[in-house]
């Protein structure tokens, strides 16, 4: 008998405390309003490590159903929650880290008018996640996944006076819908077949199937829709384009939704899927080309980017191309280690980044940067660990993850994948090291500090949290409320990963027993072998080092060493610079390929074609034929007696006529 | 004996005249009297068919018929009066208060 966990506190807690900000925020002092968004989203994180410890001793998977929503005739959906392995993963690092940037926003947002709002959109998205995660059945986890997506949404837009955040937001919310086209239509296939949306049901019914080996069946099809609803979700090609947009909204928001938690979200969706995907070979394969692909061509762009935050936002979705890759070859767990370790340095990477931003001024362009670890060694360290982790420098966490998936493709027999893995393990390396180098070292190559701009955040140091003063006018460090989480996931990331590709896989293995029982296949196998895959595998893991190494190598020679290199490179290669520049032209192909005939049919079809010449016209008309009718039929009622009288014995001589007509008939 | 369509031919002709009365006069007493004498045209014709098909119903709708009349004209006679009290004219077409 398994213990009551009350999984439900654990999304209801960031709802209320969302519910509350977002009511009564407006009158609430701004203390107020952070201790009320971090108490609760807190909470939810001592309630996660208070399940942690019960859970361990407990029998995992635990479902505990709340109430029944939908019961028609046989098919039937709960408002349940499930918890695994799997789940629990993911909840710790949701709350975790999603607690940690609530801490770091509270600095970060000080001095923004929508400060109560934001929290309360925050914790909003803790709410919808936690049930995107907790879900025991696709639908509840299908309002989660749309859940997250308007919190996205709100929170990409918070500036929303300013029309690029506006439209940035539009612009995730529609590509996002187009993935969840797919993810839909993949639960009415389950419905239809398996009669089910609960996973124990649905994946119980997809055991029992035959493999999808040869011909594209049922399974291969719901897999491969699941798959555009990840890739809307977690920004693979072709649905990437919103992520980068997304960098409009404040700083933590993006290192809270989009990149340590809500675009990990197909990730999770995948993995959890993995009974479909494992009997779907085809679509299987899909999701690994994908993933692929998406690593390497985001990589290419985040090399030529000079906004900060942009190169952040690439390096992101091509570090999910490395996770579905992962997936693709049916390394899950894996891929969800690498989702963890991903949360930890990524969301430092952003939140260091917002604390550099921050210390410039509102400045985003790398270019305008420089020399800036002597001002802002915290932050500078902090980011330090964090570009060490996601290049994959060995014993920090990056390099245990990215080499497991590596591992995982290369032992797969996907050997071309393996090599664009390393190649991208190498364009990481020099993107991430470009940004390094070109934030914190050479000469500061921004405005003076008299130019700096006074209204930029900085009465946090007259806010009691933060009781650091700190002077005007120059590069400054962050206080101290926004320093504490950059130094907690530092330490992650630094040791985030040690927890080994090995012992995750074999935490994570209940829930991937599917995928066990081939590595079961592959214990079989005489001990000598096991023992020269492991020699290759340390090959193998010393050559994406090697790659990183030169990645690194290679952004020292360019942006420390000769800075005015890259110029001539740049001009050398021309068009194709160019062309990486613009980010391969994609956004204006999508636009020119997509949303304009899109608006251009919408305008003159939908809207002057159908909408005003159909609909309104028969609106128009009628209303206006039934004006000129009763125009001509009100003269009949004069008030005249006589005329009235007239009437009656017109209508009778015509009744008369034709009773004596029909009577002569 | 006259036989019936005679009787049908002078009641429809005293209720067209009825009609014709009504309409085109602008008397409110002439067109009362109108009035009675379609009712008097329908009476001719409920007795010409009493007599010819020997039933006392058509007949006994005629005293039904003149007790009414008398009725209304009791009431419609009072109410001319009235008319003519307040608008001092008997001319239907100035009678036209219900007009907007």
Known sequence: ?665 | MVPLSYYLVLSGILFACGVTGFLIKRNIITIFMSIELMLNGVNLSFVAFAAQWHALRGQVFVFFVMVVAAAEAAVGLAIIIAVYRTRETLNVDRVNLLKL
């Not at chain 1, 919103?242 to 999770?268: F, K, Q, R």
């Not at chain 1, 990331?493 to 935490?507: E, M, Q, V």
């Not at chain 1, 090697?546 to 020679?557: T, Y």
């Not at chain 1, 006589?642 to 029909?662: E, K, N, Q």
């Open chain 1, 1 to 665: 008998m398994t213990p009551n966990l009350n999984l439900w506190l654990i999304p209801v807690l960031p709802l209320i405390g969302a519910t509350i900000n977002g009511l009564f925020g407006k009158r609430f002092s701004r203390q107020t309003v952070s201790a009320i968004a971090l108490g609760f989203s807190g909470a939810a994180f001592v309630r996660a490590l208070w399940i942690l410890v019960q859970a361990s001793a407990s029998t995992l998977p635990h479902i505990e159903s709340l109430a029944p929503w939908i019961r028609s005739g046989d098919f039937q959906v709960d408002f349940a929650f499930y918890l695994d392995q799997l789940s629990l993963v993911m909840l710790l690092v949701v709350t975790g880290v999603g607690f940690l940037i609530h801490i770091y926003s509270v600095g970060y947002m000080w001095e923004e008018s929508g400060f109560y709002r934001f929290f309360a959109y925050l914790n909003l998205f803790m709410f919808f996640m936690l049930t995107l995660i907790l879900a025991s059945n696709y639908l509840l986890m299908f309002i989660g996944w749309e859940g997250v997506g308007l919190a996205s949404y709100l929170l990409i837009g918070f500036w929303f006076t300013k029309d690029s955040a506006a439209s940035a937001g539009k612009k995730a919310f529609i590509v996002n819908r187009i993935g969840d086209f797919g993810f839909l239509i993949a639960l009415f296939l389950m419905i239809k077949h398996f009669g089910s949306l609960n996973f124990e049901q649905v994946f119980q019914s997809v055991s029992g199937m035959p493999t999808e080996v040869a011909g594209a069946g049922l399974l291969t099809s719901i897999g491969l829709l699941l798959m555009v609803g990840a890739a809307g979700k977690s920004a693979q090609i072709p649905l990437y384009v919103w992520l980068p947009d997304a960098m409009e909204g404040p700083t933590p928001v993006s290192a809270l939704i989009h990149a340590a938690t809500m675009v990990t979200a197909g990730v999770y969706m995948v993995a959890r899927s993995h009974v479909i995907f494992d009997h779907a070979p085809q679509a299987l394969m899909v999701v690994a080309i994908v993933g692929t692909l998406t690593a390497l061509f985001a990589a290419t762009i985040g090399v030529c980017q000079t906004d900060i935050k942009k190169v952040l936002a690439y390096s992101t979705i091509s570090q999910l191309g490395y996770m579905f890759m992962a997936c693709g070859v049916a390394a899950y767990s894996a891929g969800i280690f690498h989702l963890m370790t991903h949360a930890f340095f990524k969301g430092l990477l952003f939140l260091a980044a917002g604390s550099v931003i921050h210390a410039v001024g509102g400045e985003q362009d790398m270019r305008r940067m420089g020399g800036l670890r002597h001002h802002i060694p915290w932050t500078f360290w902090t980011m330090t660990a964090a570009t060490f982790a996601i290049t994959g420098v060995p014993l920090f966490a990056g390099f245990y993850s990215k080499g497991e998936i590596l591992w995982r493709v290369y032992s797969s027999g996907n050997t071309v994948l393996w090599l664009i893995g390393v190649l991208t393990a190498f364009l990481t390396s020099f993107y991430m090291f470009r940004l390094w180098f070109m934030t914190f070292f050479g000469e500061y190559r921004g405005e003076t500090a008299a130019d700096h701009d006074d209204d930029h955040v900085h009465a946090i140091s007259s806010s009691p949290t933060a009781p650091a003063a700190h002077g005007h006018g120059g590069i400054h460090e962050s206080p101290k409320i926004m320093l504490i989480p950059l130094v907690i996931l530092a330490v992650l990331s630094i040791f985030g990963g040690s927890a080994g590709g090995k012992r995750f896989d074999k935490f994570l293995s209940p829930v991937l027993h599917n995928h066990m029982a081939v590595d079961g296949a592959d214990a079989t196998t005489p001990a000598p072998e096991e023992k020269e895959q492991h020699g290759l595998e340390i090959l193998l893991e010393s050559v994406s080092v090697l790659a990183a190494a030169a990645g690194l190598f290679l952004a020292w020679l360019l942006y420390q060493r000769r800075p005015q290199l890259p110029q001539e490179i740049a001009h050398a290669l021309g068009g194709f610079y160019e062309t990486v520049v613009h980010k391969y032209y994609v956004d204006e192909i999508y636009a020119a390929v997509f949303v304009k005939p899109l608006i251009d049919g919408s305008t003159r079809i939908l809207w002057h074609g159908i909408d005003q010449d159909v609909i309104d016209a028969t609106l128009d008309n009628s209303a206006e034929g039934a004006r000129e009718v009763s125009d001509a039929v009100r003269h009949m009622q004069s008030g005249n007696l006589r005329s009235y009288a007239g009437w009656i014995a017109a209508g009778a001589a015509v009744v008369i006529a034709y009773m004596v007509w029909m009577g002569t008939r």
